[in-house]
């Protein structure tokens, strides 16, 4: 093979690579968007929070790691839920600035917490086995098993997803609270369960995403969550915030370009944050609503 | 009642202020004690706290050492000198680590006229135009020159990939006086580049690998680098890497794991091989605290406590103004990273040491003197 098709080969697979890891934090963000219209900024910060919980799990509890990981994600999944009723229920009728502000805040809170209780210095995530870490080796190409794990854990998390919004009654509660709120409340369905089960789901999303994303970058850190968090974001309004198809196909097209436009001009890889950014700026401009428009009707 | 309450509280803190300040001399620290580079700080501290023991007074008070964080963020670092300066009234600042942190606390020091000693930041623009910012450590131009002298010689390199993070002016200026040298020696180099904070790699190290570069140089910091090198492997390279002094942090080995096994750096002090009387005391007092061999940079933590206090005690006053012009004037003092000597431009002349991972460990490799 020729290098050139060789190294686009290989970028082919990074981009995948961090793609799906996108694609599964920007499933937490729309979601809880597409339920509430709220935008969760934390949500980098819950993500930060699992990788945490699951660290410590392995080496202060000893659990073995998948256990580990379980448990991890069922304590994250508590945190968004206790973060819904703590800070963000109380002020489900305010204007939606304020929940925006105090989303920003609890951003802060978690990232000061880590802080305070986990420490400044990042921990080394070595504490999976060393089965993930492996590489296929095709010829030149070199693809990370974990590569291959990312994007069936984020197809399996999306047909989850799937059925619990389209099967289930919860789902059709789910569905029905983003249309209008006070209706379905009067429809009988328990509108607090509902929307505590959306930030559960969501929550355990982002832990997922946070065990994956250290197990390929392993460094854990109170600020780790920050630009995954706002990249997930972008690839979430490009995709169309409130749309989980959208989340996923966004969080790919984030990954291909940030990678892609390394990989074809080196020289700008410094500024490939820039690149994302003015991606935002344009999908903002042109086509606000992303590429798969939510309608009215079929939000979520 | 509560604007009594509230002027019989500031009347207190300004008496006790004034109280304490006529039998304590303030040091500040800035460092970076939390964020990206928070290793480095928590090193620095170490050495000062170590120095700050051993030499707890001068003349004749008692050293009171003030801790500042600056979360490994340049405008953070701004903030904290000024907070030290006007809110903590230091007469001298411990500081800072990152060159581009250091750059922009010296800004506030400058104008302040209050002396600011870095541990480690080298590149050259740290103290050009600067009266009031010093340095214990060597500079970037021989750094770089180091480094591509050690790849052509003794790596037998012919062609480089030269990794720079473009948001630290460290690793920008490094990167250039590298490649200045190593094509002058007759070396080729193909140029990444990265920002702090990244945690993927994979696409310019696809690109670098295409051209079979005979080492990897990269001039950034080590959480990059532990990254980087992982990946590196991952992609198939086996040949061995370069950095610079931003490379030594006990988290380089930790993340990077076996992936940084064949990771040469240039440094300023390896604990097997202190240049100095001063820096086999400091090994051993480090050693009984710690229990692991110190780094550089706790080496160069205690080396700017012991050059400041010297300062202190040659300018006879706890004036900031002399301490500085005393700081300016130090003349082969024996620190635990050799002899300092720092000249009018605040920059210090030293030897560097190239150490090697292996296996794990912080391996010395050679002195190489300017």
């Known amino acids: ?300 | 009642m509560k604007k009594i309450f509230f002027v019989f509280l500031m009347g207190l803190i300004v008496f006790s202020a004034l109280s304490f300040s006529e039998e304590v001399v303030k040091i500040g620290a800035a460092l970076p004690m939390t964020g990206g580079i928070a290793s480095f700080g928590e090193m620095v501290y170490q050495g000062i706290e170590i120095a700050n023991q051993m030499f707890p007074t001068v003349l004749g008070m008692k050293v009171q050492i003030i801790l500042a964080d600056n979360r490994s963020d340049k405008t953070e670092a701004a903030n904290v000198i000024s907070r030290l300066i006007n809110l903590n009234g230091v007469v001298g600042i411990l500081g800072e680590v990152a060159s581009s942190n250091t750059m922009a606390g010296g800004a506030i020091a400058e104008k302040a006229g209050v002396p600011l000693l870095s541990p480690a930041s080298t590149n050259p623009l740290v103290t050009q135009g600067k009266q009031f910012v010093s340095r214990v450590c060597f500079i970037d131009p021989f750094q770089g020159h180091v480094a591509a002298v050690f790849a052509l010689k003794n790596l037998k390199a012919k062609t480089a990939a030269v990794f720079t993070d473009v948001a630290q002016d460290y690793s920008v200026g490094l990167s250039n006086f590298f490649i200045k040298d190593f094509t002058a020696g007759g070396g080729t180099v193909y140029k990444e580049y990265y920002q702090s904070g990244d945690q993927d790699f994979s696409a310019q190290l696809t690109d670098a690998l295409s051209h079979n570069p005979d080492v990897i140089y990269i001039s950034g910091y080590y959480p990059e680098i532990a990254l980087m090198a992982k990946q590196a492997r991952q992609l198939g390279y086996t040949g061995p890497f370069l950095a610079g002094d931003g490379a030594e942090a006990p988290e380089l080995i930790k993340i990077g794991g076996s992936a940084v096994n064949g990771l040469y750096y240039t440094s300023h002090f390896n604990a097997d091989h202190p240049a100095t009387k001063m820096g086999e005391e400091f090994v051993a007092k480090y050693e009984s605290i710690y229990h692991t061999p110190p780094s550089a940079l706790a080496a160069l933590g205690f080396d700017t406590y012991l050059v400041m206090l010297n300062a202190i005690e040659r300018a006879g006053s706890t004036d900031p103004a002399k301490i500085n012009a005393a700081i300016r004037s130090t003349k082969n003092f024996e620190g635990a990273t050799g002899y300092i000597t720092i000249g009018d431009d605040g920059n210090a002349v030293k030897s560097a040491v190239i150490n090697e991972v292996v296996n794990g460990q912080f391996t010395y490799v050679t002195t190489i003197n300017p």
Request: net charge positive.
């Open chain 1, 1 to 300: 093979m020729d290098a050139n098709l060789n190294s686009f080969v290989q970028n082919f697979f990074n981009s995948l690579s961090l793609g799906g890891l996108y694609a599964l934090i920007a499933v937490g963000y729309t979601m809880v968007y597409g339920i509430l219209r709220l935008i969760n900024f934390a949500h980098g910060d819950i993500f930060m929070m699992g990788t945490y919980f699951a660290f410590y799990a392995i080496t202060l509890f000893l659990l073995p790691w998948w256990l580990g990981f379980l448990v991890a994600i069922c304590i994250t999944g508590l945190l968004g839920y206790s973060i819904e009723k703590i800070a963000y229920r109380p002020l489900r009728n305010a204007p939606r600035i304020s929940s925006l502000i105090t989303a920003i805040g609890v951003s802060f809170f978690l990232e000061s917490f880590a802080v305070v209780v986990f420490g400044g210095i990042p921990k080394s995530f070595n504490v999976y086995p060393k089965f993930f870490s492996e590489m296929l080796v095709m010829g030149k190409i070199r693809i990370p098993i974990l590569t291959f794990i990312t994007i069936i854990v984020t197809a399996f998390l999306f047909l989850f997803l799937w059925v619990l919004l389209y099967k289930t009654k919860t789902g059709l509660a789910m569905r029905a609270i983003a249309v209008d709120i006070p209706t379905t409340s009067l429809m009988g369905a328990n509108v607090n369960n509902v929307i505590s089960i959306t930030f559960i789901v969501g929550s355990s999303f982002a832990a997922v995403a946070g065990i994956l994303w250290a197990m390929k970058y392993p460094q854990v850190q109170p600020y780790m969550g920050f630009t995954p968090g706002l990249k997930a974001f972008i690839a979430a309004v490009i995709g169309g915030i409130g749309s989980i198809q959208g989340a996923i196909v966004g969080g790919f097209l984030l990954g291909f370009l940030e990678i892609m436009i390394v990989g074809f001009f080196p020289g700008l890889a410094g500024y490939r944050d820039v690149f994302a950014y003015v991606t935002l700026v344009i999908i903002l401009m042109f086509r606000p609503t992303g590429i798969f428009k939510v309608y009215s009707e079929q939000k979520v």
